[in-house]
T-cell receptor, first 112, second 117 residues
Framework: SQQGEEDPQALSIQEGENATMNCSYK?????LQWYRQNSGRGLVHLIL?????REKHSGRLRVTLDTSKKSSSLLITASRAADTASYFC????????????FGSGTRLSIRP | EAGVAQSPRYKIIEKRQSVAFWCNPI?????LYWYQQILGQGPKLLIQ????????DSQLPKDRFSAERLKGVDSTLKIQPAKLEDSAVYLC???????????????FGQGTRLTVV
């Protein structure tokens, strides 16, 4: 079963704009991660945020975590054509043995 | 460092045949995952190993799927017999291990695309 649900399912924006994707999950977590998947390729880890953290930055990426609402958001600033991909949140449920459970993903398209 | 290696990249089989996938994780990674990703969906965890022991296989269809991790390193996933609904990409991933649960960054292989006809 899927732990997380991303919103929106698909997003199309103009190059240079910011893209925001949201993730909601069901159970308490140890951490939450975001991954990118280009068409036909494997998943690439982007960023991990721990349950005791509220915000984290990595380059053009900004991730927030609200454990009270069981939600996270991924912001990509100044989008580029190369950012076109599917983005997945993945949770490590509390009391699990480092399980990584993926959501359904957001398909992001960047228009030139 | 070398990444997660998977083979084959593509496989086409007829229903009721059997198939096996192989995965070589990153050296030193104790945890190994197998995921099934159906087109348009997120990866679904099938089985998780810690060294050569199974940590979670709750979503593995055990009547037809089996997996093992040889000597806590390489792993194989087998389907016997295959059904049409098994058509998917099978992804292998590895991570350092559960001794550091807050650092469960997983590294993925390119996957095996299985088509059952």
């Amino acid at each position: 079963s899927q732990q997380g649900e991303e919103d929106p399912q698909a997003l199309s924006i103009q190059e240079g704009e910011n893209a925001t994707m949201n993730c909601s999950y069901k159970t308490s977590i140890n951490n939450l991660q975001w991954y990118r998947q280009n068409s036909g390729r494997g998943l690439v880890h982007l960023i991990l945020i721990r349950s005791n953290e509220r915000e984290k930055h990595s380059g053009r990426l900004r991730v927030t975590l609200d454990t009270s609402k069981k939600s996270s958001s991924l912001l990509i600033t100044a989008s580029r054509a190369a950012d076109t991909a599917s983005y997945f949140c993945a949770t490590d449920p509390y009391s699990s043995a480092s399980k990584i459970i993926f959501g359904s993903g957001t398909r992001l398209s960047i228009r030139p | 460092e070398a990444g997660v290696a998977q083979s084959p990249r593509y496989k086409i089989i007829e229903k009721r045949q059997s198939v096996a996938f192989w995965c070589n994780p990153i050296s030193g990674h104790a945890t190994l995952y197998w995921y099934q990703q159906i087109l348009g969906q997120g990866p679904k965890l099938l089985i998780q190993f810690q060294n050569n022991g199974v940590v979670d296989d709750s979503q593995l269809p055990k009547d037809r799927f089996s997996a093992e991790r040889l000597k806590g390193v390489d792993s194989t996933l087998k389907i016997q017999p295959a059904k049409l609904e098994d058509s998917a990409v099978y992804l292998c991933a590895s991570s350092v291990g559960w001794e550091i649960p807050v650092n469960t960054e997983a590294f993925f292989g390119q996957g095996t695309r299985l088509t059952v006809v």
